[in-house]
Nanobody
Framework: QVQLAESGGGLVQPGGSLRLSCAAS????????MGWYRQAPGKQRELVAT???????NYADFVKGRFTVSRDNAKSTVYLQMNSLKPEDTAVYYC??????????????WGQGTQVTVSS
């Protein structure tokens, strides 16, 4: 069973940085979407940043200029570099891949989530 393993969350002060990683347990054959979502307490899950099937990147307005999504295809890993963090960035961050991982069948995959807390 394919899994997405996230790491890199934690507690950081306002203005600080974190780098999240998400590694798939099998080779990513193709991805229609690959990126990150987040969910704060009492709120709906929302898009943070994602690669699209045309290799463009969509960023939520609230992270533009602060967060950068990247990927390493050889490692089947996607990253989220978060700079200038704010308390309102506090949330559980989820990795998401819509694609073919280790199989020719297309599925919607989610990581288990990693907590990011921005507080002084």
């Amino acid at each position: 069973q394919v899994q997405l393993a996230e790491s890199g969350g934690g507690l950081v002060q306002p203005g600080g940085s974190l780098r999240l990683s998400c590694a798939a347990s099998a080779r990513i054959i193709s991805a229609y979407a690959m990126g990150w979502y987040r969910q704060a307490p009492g709120k709906q899950r929302e898009l943070v940043a994602t690669f699209t099937s045309s290799d463009t990147i969509n960023y939520a307005d609230f992270v533009k200029g602060r967060f950068t999504v990247s990927r390493d295809n050889a490692k089947s890993t996607v990253y989220l570099q978060m700079n200038s963090l704010k308390p309102e960035d506090t949330a559980v961050y989820y990795c998401h891949i819509d694609g073919r991982i280790g199989t020719l069948n297309r599925f919607d995959y989610w990581g288990q989530g990693t907590q990011v807390t921005v507080s002084s």
